[in-house]
Structures are given as structure tokens and as C-alpha cells.
């Protein structure tokens, strides 16, 4: 059983390696009615874009998107929305020399394990390129969520390294190639990025979400509780090695009457537990952490095995970001919007008649 | 869409609220041919079972299993297994007081929210007796996965407060009620325990899970990925806030050179991604630590509103752990092997010809 | 991959064998707030119960309906409904003689080649009485259906051998003990019934599906169709041979000028279609008929093999319906409404906002 | 919750409209290892092809298959398939005076009161164009079905108004138009769809299809037996009103007697069953019959009504078949096929250790 699907009723189904034709994907469960337009795909993709600053990787992509159905006179109908984005900026001769090589950190040993063949070039269907899909399903959901519910999916970079960088406001996001909320804190970033350029190594980081307005009610206990599907959801991005609702691995030094968020008349005191109570969504702030992992792919040699068991030593070449928790900023927004879009209309299937 | 099973291939629905009648679930998936009798669940519902410790809630209940089909002379015959644990020790008249009134850091506010209606005794569907049928459950997997692969699957506490229980070895779990796999640690944990219970307070506490012996290739890129349907299946656990596979949060602040794993003939030098890569597993051990908040269920006052919205104080009666991290040890087992068998059946239904 | 589950938002699981200790069901998705109680259920399981009359086998089981969960002061709370039936009246000593030997037209054979073993007492998992809790599961989607929507889900018996019993009312149908629909026919049923107990022989039978009351827009195309699934779920019933919507097989001689169901500004002019369109209910009554084979158990005496392989002469013993068509009208209702619930709540998970 | 997607473990989730830029789908949990090429899908599209004679519609397609993922040299990689087939021969002007008009017999009524939107161009999503990736993935199961299992599924034109085609041999089969199995019977066929063209009307169809060499043991009792799960599929093709597996409807009428398949050591005396008892397959031929409506889209003018409830008289335009039942002759194959291959991996994933 395979596992390119993700969500019950507002389900999105990918296809796509690296260096293949397309990429593309199935959204199916999209309520008609929707007014859609290729402009609000288009604005997450562009986030997620790569080749946009000096501090991603050089690999140019327009990663321009394409709407095949489900949307008629820009209105979605009900039925299935196919997209597809057309890869430009293949090189898939830099991968020649990695076609009998297991390159350390990344998915190659298992793909060749698991499926006895693999498409090696770019990482094939492991390469983060598979997630530009996820960033167009994800716009899909978070453009409903904000248009009938004023829920808004946003997140940012609160630590890069050792650099961490406390919120101070959703604007400075935006405007920096980090997606850093705090301005005091870019010049650094720039530094750090800059020199492990030089040394051709990589950096791990943290990235936060924030999900506002969510309405009460959202979660299926007692295995399809929201921080679980949201746990999945987030977990299966590439790179990600941890993830926090509300205080998160802090819990573990705290004592019961520090930790429970008392309640008055004006609502939750705290937001220790995050925004999720039981698995269902409390009506406060959602907030996620998650950690992710530095890119493998980088220019200091390791030690490896190729094809037939034989130990090699490599370097990896290629185009590759130093930081992948940058732009996973946007694909961890598209994965939690999935997920609230298809819990959102699983609360209304079962709880329709108290709505 | 209710969310009451989880798997896929092997699937685990279940029922029950603190002070039905009953608990029970359906296993579906089992292969037959499986040897299973009563004893091989039961001896890991009494590692979970309360009332064992005066360090755990006094609530004493038998968990006697009741297998009611699927299994023929003792042996599965790959029909759906359905079982059975009655509820004994119900004290219904201890929640009498909280019929109106939401418990700060429970799930009374969202069940009545959600659904309009909540059985408030013992806190119903959302209460950690819950976890007895994913505990039975789950001893079937982990039967099938030792027996057939020798894979083990096994937790301790790590941590409770600021107590770190570093990792001495296994035989010292089984024989303390803590799942403490340091002696030199237990004499503080029952004092911090003591304390706690004199205060009416509770505390945190971090678990580790070790799979060993897993075959390479388990885990469904790209959505359906090992790490992700962990993270989903632990996440769904009562009280868990954070998870991580390998170094996790660590990540942050680790140089691309220092997470990857590199190899020689002999395989992997390091397991920095706790035996995961692109989703799959490298063979080598599974390391998974997860973050369990304090008991909500605690004697100090503490601010509320009731089903009208007046505002309350409130001090939870009703017999309760101070520390629900201790018996998540075998819980979190428990869905950790059903979610490896789940993707073991997985495995083999695609790799089926090379394996 | 195992097929204990139907539905995909009202989900039904099911487990039990003939002769074990129980038989039993999780129904999840069930709306919060449905004034449900234990009679509700028992009324349909009253109709399919075996032994009421001499026409039908004899074995005798009260099947009182225990509910475990998801009722707090007999309304539904929106968690799962566990219930189970007992086991009272098996004969097991009737099949010891069979143990090793394939009954002709029964899963005996099919069972062992899959499974490699099988509870062969009163033919375990494969036998009729598992169909106890779906019919159980279809009363919770049947009370809520009509309480709801005045949905009605009805069925009789409108050909057993030669005898077609077309339609006079329903009244009838509940004060016969062949769901027949015509007073006219009962006495020739009533012959032939004892006739075919005389030969120790059984006779197939049509059964017809009326839902009445049914809004327009349910199902979900291309897979899911309305259509789709109301076959898969009545084909899902033991003995099912074929399955008709609206004219059925009759349209292979129809034109399409003969066919099309007109419409004027009152409605539809005639219903062809039996009620479904491109997979979607149009909301005129949907009909469905459904052809049942013979029982296999008879006391005729026929040739098989043995678990090794000999060939040997076999005469069923044990206590049967000579008709299995008859009881199934109560199974095929439960089904249906089953299915019905299931795109009941699929319907307003997408289409809530034109709702 | 939408239902674009069949099948738990080959699953095919598919997109796209009659006139929109293209029809879609992804194939997932596709084996490793199976050489696949292009002509491998082509063939079969190619006899579903419209516009191949005079006896179908007129519109053009080359319906050419673009296969965008998950093969790698020819080789499928375990990864999900992606494929696109572009329209290019759309008249939607053709469509425009049925914009706010309900076609008789068509899904325009029930898509408008669903959706509250549809895309009228040439039926949108519920015309017939969809079925072609049907086809195509189809294509993919039946490769390996018969690669590695020798499993074989065709299917035949067995009736078409009152003339049956009585199957003498495969090989004339793909020699006319009509996928008829018997020369003698040609001459009628042809002479009756042209005596429809001239009337512009249009009539039903009975198609057989017959799976031969399956294993023993395919089928999941009790919901996803191998016969329920082929009754959703089949009757999830456009105008498919009913299904049989075996005799079918003829069992009424049968007795026990006579519809029991006995065996000798050679196995299987007959195959009234159709080759499925228990819902798991025996090993014998599985023989299915289906029932398809006569075409709606027909000049013959009829009785409808607009969007606004008034009454109007229509006559369909556009290039459509005399009888849709000739085309879909592949369309069930491939979709019988599906089931087989899903059928096949859950067989596998559940009962490895047998097999």
C-alpha cells in the first residue's frame, strides 16, 4: 500500500520526482463554490520558489502552475482538481556520479532497499522538489479556511543554529529571505549562512506555526485527534525530526498546576496545552514547533558504500540549499492547512446537526 | 468522519468510556496462523494496569481480556479479533460535582463543545482507560513482530522533572514501577512522587522507545512515511505533547557533517536519524523520545467556568497518577508495534517480488 | 489488508464466528445528540431473528443487543458505539463431521486455501449469523435517517423459485413470515417451503429495496457513486448473486428514447433510473432488486473432497433456512441504510456551504 | 469526502472533464520491477478510442498517454504513477444551449442540485471521457496480473437489444467494432446501430467479462469480499444498471441442488458461483455480467426543464454513441482489473506467511 495520499476527505494525492517531466498532484473533496485562480496558488509557490536569493540553492524553477480541472469560470465545481507543475532546470548529469553511491543522510540506502531500484537523479521522488505540490494543494486549503472562517496559517523561522529569533511581528516575515520575525536578528543569519557557503556544510533550524481563529471543535479522538494529524502531516516533510504542540517538550519540568490553562468568563487563561485539549481544537491560538534536520547534501567529504557494499568517499555536488528549514516555512503552512481543511470538514460531517 | 481506528492494513478500532460497561476493540489484519492466547495480552495490560504502586492511581481495576473471535484452538484464523475488558471500579459519584463544570487541562470543555453532549463520568471517551484496548492491541503486533523478525519494541522514562534517567539496561525496567531503567535513580523519583502526592500535585515526564531488529524498507513515502504515521500513532496518545525520531530538536544546532550518518562496509557509524531516512527505515534501532505533560486531574484550586459559563473553583477529586507518564511506557509500546505492523503488512503487499 | 469495515464516514467494523463466544460491532461516526435506545435496535433484529416460524432454521437465538458505549442517558455522545450479541444455541457436535471436508457451494474450501485454517463450526466467520450487527449497525442509520430526512428504507420478498409476489402494500409485509408483499402468494410460499423441507431442499429468491424520501445530491462520483456503493454493500451479504438499480438488465432491450426519465416542472415523469443519475440520488425513490442463491446446507446428497484431497459423498446436517432469501430482507435494508448514512454525512462534509 | 479514488492498496485516484485541458490520475502502489512502457497502456486506449468507427461517436481523440512518474529506463519504481492524456477534438459550442438546460437521462440535474455549479461543456465530469485513465491504469494491473500470475481478463459484447452474441472465440473479439464473440452475429449488429443512428436513438448493452487463471484465496470477507468489491467497480462505470457474478439472477429459480458447485479431485464439477464463494475467489474462471443503459444523449426530442424550473423540449446534440455498451467492454476490463491487482497485494500483505 502506498502512501502518496494524505487526508480523509479533503484528500491530496502527488506524483513526481526531481528530475522527471512534472510534478503534479490530485486535490479531491474541494467544496464547490470556491472562487480559485491560478494567482493564489501561485503567490505560496513563489515563497517556496528556489533560486530566489543567494542564500537557497541556484536551482532556477518558475514552478509555474497549471490547472487542469475541477475549477470552471475560476469557480471550483465539486470535482477533482488536477495540477501540475513542469520541471525546467533539471542538470540530472551532476547525479551520474551518485547512481551507484549511497550519498550519507540521504534517502538513497532505503529507496534501493526498499524498491530495489531507485531514480537517482536529484533524489528522484525523495528530493524536497516533491513538496512544491504540497504548497499548491495547501493554498487551496488555507483560501477557503480564511475566506469562510477567517483562519489564518502562518509560520517563521525561530532558530537557525544557535540564532534564535523571538516573534515580533508577522510583517518583517515576509520582507527577508528567512522568513525571520525579527529584523535585529537577519545580519546574523546572513553571516552564518554566508560562511557555511564557504565551507560548503549546512545548519539545522526550527520553524514555528501559528493557526489563528480556528474555531472549537476541530479533531477526531481517539487516534485522529488534531495533534495527531497534525503530527503526521508535519512529520512526513522532509527533514523534519521533531515535532511541539504548545509547550512541547518543556511539559516534561512542569508541574500540573503550572502546566493546565485555568479558564474564567473571557475564556483560557494560558495557552500551555497549545490550542488543542483532548485532540480536539480549543479555540486558541494552534501552536506547532518543529525541528528540522541540516541538509546532507553538502561539499565536506564522508564516507559511504556503493551499490555492491564496496566504501567510497564523497562529495556532494549539486545545487543545494544550506538551510532546508528556511523554505519549509511555506510547506509547513500548506501541510497544517491540509490538515485543519480536512478536519474542518470532517467536524461538519459528523456534527452537522449541532452547527 | 469519527476516528476511532488507526492503521491501515492492520487496523485497530476501539470503544469504551472510564465508567461504561465495557472496553473493547476490533483487530482487523491479523495473518492467520498466529499462536495467541489470553496471557500473551494480558501480560502486558498488567504492566498498564492502576492500583499496582502506591506511586500510580488507586483505582483498582483487573483488566482481565476477554478474547471474543478470531482465534480457533489458539491459533488466529485471520478474521477480525474482537475483545474485551469489563469496567469493575467505577466510581461515578466522585464526578457528580463536574457534571457542569469543566476540569482546567481535560477535554470536558471541547467534548461538550464539539459534540453538545459529554459522559463527564471518570471523563468518558477522553480518559486514559481509553489506552487498555491499544495496549491489548498492540501485544498482538508485538507477538507477530517478534516471532516472525525478532523485532523488539521497548520503552523506559527518560526523564520525570528534572530527574534524567540515563539508560543503564533493560532488566531494570521490569523490576521498579517507574519503567526507570537506572537504579540510581528510583530512590529520587519515589521522593519526588511522595512529594507531589502530599501536594495534590503532578509533574511531566519524558519516554524513550527502542526498536531493534527492523528490516530496512518500512515506511510509505511520501505522506505515509515511518516517522510521520509514528508521530501520528504516538500523538495520539492521552497527554503527549512533543516527539522525536533520532537527535530531534538537537537538529537545530547540528553542521550538515555532524548529523549525517555516514557508513563503511559494516553499515551505519552513527544513528543521528534514529533509524529513519526519507521515511523508511535504515535497519538500524528506532529511537523515538516523547514529551507527556502532567496529570490534569490534581488537588490544587484552580479557575474554571461551568456549562453556563459562570465562574467556577475547582479541585479535582477522583483517584489519579501524579505522573501519567510512567504507565504511557507500555502504551506508547504498544503503538509503536502496531504501527510497525501495520507497515510491515505494507511492505510486503508492494514489495511482495523482492522480497 | 482485512474487510471487517464498511462506510468511510459512518464506519461499521464487525467481528464473530457462528459458534464463538459473541458477535459484535463498532459503529463510529454516529451523529451526537440521537435519542438512541436498546429497542430501537432489537426491533430489526427481532425480524431477521432465526426460529421464529417453522419456515425458517431452527436454531434459537434471542439475540439480545448489548450496547457498551457512545450512549450517555440513551443519546448518542458522537464517541464510538460498541455492541455485542451472545451466543446461545450452537450445536457444535452437528460439525465435527465436516471439519475436514469442503461443504459444496460454502467458503469451507475458499476459507482454508486463504487462511490455511478455519473455525469450520457452523461455518465461523462465513456464516449468517454475522450478519446479526449489521443489521444492529443499519437500525442506529435507520432511526437517524428517518428521524431526520423521513428517509425510509424498505424491502420485501418479491420472487422465491417461480412465485413472483409483486407489490400490494406494506402493511402486509410485517405480518407474514416472508416479508412478502401480496396475501395472494403466501399460501403458495407456505407449499413450497414444505415441499423443499420435505426434499431436505432450499430455493433462491429476489428481494426489492425501496428508499423513499431520499434528497437529491447524494453519492460520489467517479468511484464512489451512489450506485457503487449501494452494490458493493448489498453484494457484501452472504448469498448475493446480483444487483439491480432502477430497470436493471432490463435495459439492455430498451431504447434511449425508452429509457431517460423525462422530467416537466413537477418532476420526474417516470423513474428508470431507479432513482440514481451519473452516481447521484435525484431524490425519486431508489429501487434496487437483488437476487439470492439457494442455501447450500441440504440434505441432498452431493460429492466433495476432504482437506486432503479424497473425494467423499456429503449430506449437510445442522438446523437451515430453506430459503436464505427471506431473512435477508431486514440484512438488505440494513445495508442499504448503512450506505446511505455514510453519503448522508459524505454530502454535507463538501456540499455544507450550499446546504 | 470525495470519491475520485478506488482501491486501499493498487489505488487510482483520477481527474478531469470532457472539455477541459486534460484527464488525469495517479496510480499508487504499483510493484517495483514491472517493465511498463507507454504502448503497454496505449493499446488498450486505443480500443477504447472513439471515433474508431462509424459505429461510435464521431469525436476525435488520439487519446495519446503522457507518463509523467514513477518509471524510471521503463522500469516502475514503487513510486506513484502520474499520467495525462490531453483533450483535443472539444466542440464545446456544441454544449452551449444545454447550459442552463437538463439533459433527460443525464447527470446534469443531479451534478446542478448537488454541486449548486456545473461544468456543462460535453457533461463535464460525468461524461464518459473520465473513463479513459479507467483504461489506463487498468492497463498497468493487468500487465502484472498477467506477468506474474498468467491472469487474464477480457470481455465481450454478449447482448445488445434482443440480439445475443453467444461467445464462440476470443479471437473475433478484437477483429469488428463491436467486441462481439460471434461472427454470425455481426451483420445484425451493424444493421441495427445503423437503423438507430438514422432514428437517433440510441439502445442498451449486456457485456461479459471473464477472469481467468486467478489464484485461490483473493477476497476479504466480510465487507470487502472479492465480489462486493468488483460490484462497486464495475457499477461504478457510466450507465452500468446492474451486475452479476455467476447465474446471476437465474438463481431464483434455482435449488440448492442444482446451484451448489460440487467437487471431485479434480476440482470443481461446475461454476454456477461465477468462480466466488465466501466472497474469495476459487481458483475457477470468475464470470461477471453487466447491464448498460442505452445512451441519453439522443436526438429523439423529450421533456425537461432549465435551471429556473420552467419547462423545455430538447434535443441532444453533439457526436455521441448509438450505445455506449460497445465501448465499455475495455472500460470493464480495465476496471475489473483494478480490483483483481488490489485484490491481489491485500492477499499478499495479510496472508504472506502462507503463501
Known amino acids: 500500500m502506498a502512501g502518496n495520499t494524505i487526508?480523509?476527505?479533503?484528500?491530496?494525492?502527488?506524483?513526481?520526482?526531481?528530475?522527471?517531466?512534472?510534478?503534479g498532484c490530485i486535490v479531491d473533496g474541494v467544496p464547490p463554490g470556491l472562487k480559485l485562480k491560478k494567482k493564489d496558488l501561485q503567490k505560496d509557490l513563489n515563497r517556496r520558489k528556489p533560486g530566489k536569493s543567494k542564500y537557497t540553492t541556484k536551482r532556477r524553477e518558475n514552478d509555474n502552475i497549471i490547472i487542469m480541472s475541477g475549477i470552471f469560470n475560476n469557480i471550483t465545481t465539486g470535482t477533482s482538481i488536477g495540477m501540475l507543475i513542469n520541471n525546467n532546470d533539471c542538470r540530472s548529469k551532476d547525479y551520474k556520479n551518485i547512481k551507484n553511491i549511497f550519498r550519507p543522510g540521504h534517502a538513497d540506502y532505503t529507496y534501493e532497499k526498499k524498491y530495489g531500484i531507485r531514480d537517482y537523479r536529484g533524489g528522484g521522488r525523495s528530493s524536497a522538489r516533491e513538496t512544491t505540490m504540497r504548497v499548491a494543494a495547501g493554498a487551496i486549503a488555507k483560501k477557503y479556511l480564511f475566506l469562510k472562517h477567517k483562519i489564518k496559517i502562518r509560520g517563521y523561522l525561530s532558530q537557525i543554529g544557535n540564532i534564535k529569533c523571538d516573534f515580533k511581528n508577522w510583517d518583517i516575515i515576509e520582507k527577508n529571505p528567512f522568513?525571520?520575525?525579527?529584523?535585529?536578528?537577519?545580519?546574523?543569519?546572513?553571516?552564518?549562512i554566508c560562511q557555511l557557503k564557504k565551507k560548503g556544510n549546512s545548519i539545522g533550524a526550527k520553524i514555528t506555526i501559528i493557526i489563528e481563529n480556528i474555531p472549537v471543535g476541530l479533531g477526531e479522538p481517539v487516534f485522529d485527534r488534531l495533534d495527531a494529524d497534525l503530527a503526521h502531516s508535519i512529520m512526513s516533510i522532509n527533514a523534519v525530526k521533531g515535532i511541539e504542540i504548545g509547550d512541547g517538550f518543556k511539559v516534561i519540568n512542569q508541574l500540573g498546576s503550572q502546566h493546565r490553562d485555568e479558564m474564567n468568563k473571557k475564556?483560557?487563561?494560558?495557552?500551555?496545552?497549545?490550542?488543542?485539549?483532548?485532540?480536539?481544537?480549543?479555540?486558541?491560538?494552534?501552536?506547532?514547533?518543529?525541528?528540522?534536520?541540516?541538509?546532507?547534501?553538502?561539499?565536506?567529504?564522508?564516507?559511504?558504500?556503493?551499490?555492491?557494499?564496496?566504501?567510497?568517499?564523497?562529495?556532494?555536488?549539486?545545487?543545494?540549499?544550506?538551510?532546508v528549514g528556511i523554505r519549509a516555512v511555506p510547506i509547513a503552512e500548506a501541510m497544517t492547512a491540509i490538515t485543519i481543511m480536512d478536519h474542518l470538514l470532517r467536524y461538519r460531517s459528523q456534527c452537522y446537526d449541532i452547527l
Do not use: M
Not at 487526508?7 to 510534478?23: A, D, M, N, Q, W
Open 7 to 23: 487526508g480523509k476527505i479533503f484528500r491530496v494525492t502527488t506524483f513526481g520526482e526531481s528530475h522527471g517531466k512534472s510534478l
Open 179 to 192: 522568513f525571520c520575525p525579527n529584523l535585529l536578528k537577519i545580519k546574523k543569519i546572513e553571516k552564518l
Open 267 to 323: 475564556g483560557f487563561l494560558t495557552n500551555h496545552s497549545g490550542g488543542i485539549l483532548g485532540g480536539i481544537s480549543t479555540g486558541q491560538n494552534i501552536i506547532i514547533n518543529i525541528a528540522l534536520k541540516p541538509t546532507s547534501s553538502i561539499k565536506v567529504c564522508g564516507n559511504s558504500i556503493d551499490n555492491n557494499g564496496n566504501e567510497v568517499k564523497i562529495i556532494t555536488k549539486g545545487r543545494h540549499d544550506p538551510c
